[in-house]
Antibody
Framework: QVQLQESGPGLVKPSQTLSLTCTVS??????????WSWIRQHPEKGLEWISY???????YYNPSLKSRVTMSVDTSKHHFSLKMSSVTAADTAVYYC???????????????WGQGTLVTVSS | DIVMTQSPLSLPVTPGEPASISCRSS???????????LGWYLQKSGQSPQLLIY???NRASGVPDRFSGSGSGTDFTLQISRVEAEDVGIYYC?????????FGQGTKLEIK
């Protein structure tokens, strides 16, 4: 059973860079069809997909955030990371890492999620 | 982006009674392979979302058969045949036909 765990600072100052890491356990990160993802949830609001990365390093970003977001993956350390630059209060949210399965014939879905980590942007 | 719209936003239900949630997309979610790329997730209080349904009508592993999904194109429905207390939470639909994946605003199911 794959498990994901987010880690990183809970408080980031405006204009600085938010950095989060997701550690994966219970399964290989090198699995065909699985992408490693970040999703966020603003307080009392809905869900917003941020980005995902394949074990090869291929990345896909939400166009609304693409200019500020960078993902990386280190399969040897069983983790992947998110960096979001120039943050503002609007980036305050719970950030989830998740595994995304992508297969046109078998489905596309987030099948495993971390517990989430609250990141607050404030001076 | 494809806009996902759910209704109702709040759904009080008596245990043992059925429940239905509607999800509409601004574009068809029907892929050329005949599958609808629509999923349903449940977020219980204090937890991360969990997958219930994928490809419009396929139950995820471990999901009770009282949950069912239907619909095609732009109109989809999640039905719970007999609501139980453990079904309380916020239900989200999500399209995965194209990037960016987008979610509905959520439907809060509560027990009367």
């Amino acid at each position: 059973q794959v498990q994901l765990q987010e880690s990183g600072p809970g408080l980031v100052k405006p204009s600085q860079t938010l950095s989060l890491t997701c550690t994966v356990s219970g399964d290989s990160m090198i699995s065909h069809g699985y992408y490693w993802s970040w999703i966020r949830q603003h307080p009392e609001k809905g869900l917003e997909w941020i980005s995902y990365i394949y074990y090869t390093g291929d990345t896909y970003y939400n166009p609304s955030l693409k200019s500020r977001v960078t993902m990386s993956v280190d399969t040897s350390k069983h983790h992947f990371s998110l960096k979001m630059s120039s943050v503002t209060a609007a980036d305050t949210a719970v950030y989830y890492c998740a595994r995304y399965y992508d297969n046109s014939d078998w489905g596309r879905y987030f099948d495993h999620w971390g517990q989430g980590t609250l990141v607050t942007v404030s001076s | 982006d494809i806009v996902m719209t759910q209704s109702p936003l709040s759904l009080p239900v008596t245990p043992g009674e059925p429940a239905s949630i509607s999800c509409r997309s601004s574009q068809s979610l029907l892929h050329s392979n005949g599958y609808n790329f629509l999923g349903w997730y449940l977020q219980k209080s204090g937890q991360s979302p969990q997958l219930l349904i994928y490809l419009g009508s396929n139950r995820a592993s471990g999901v009770p058969d009282r949950f069912s999904g239907s619909g095609s194109g732009t109109d989809f429905t999640l039905q719970i045949s007999r609501v139980e207390a453990e079904d309380v939470g916020i239900y989200y639909c999500m399209q995965s036909l194209q990037i960016p994946q987008t979610f509905g605003q959520g439907t809060k199911l509560e027990i009367k």
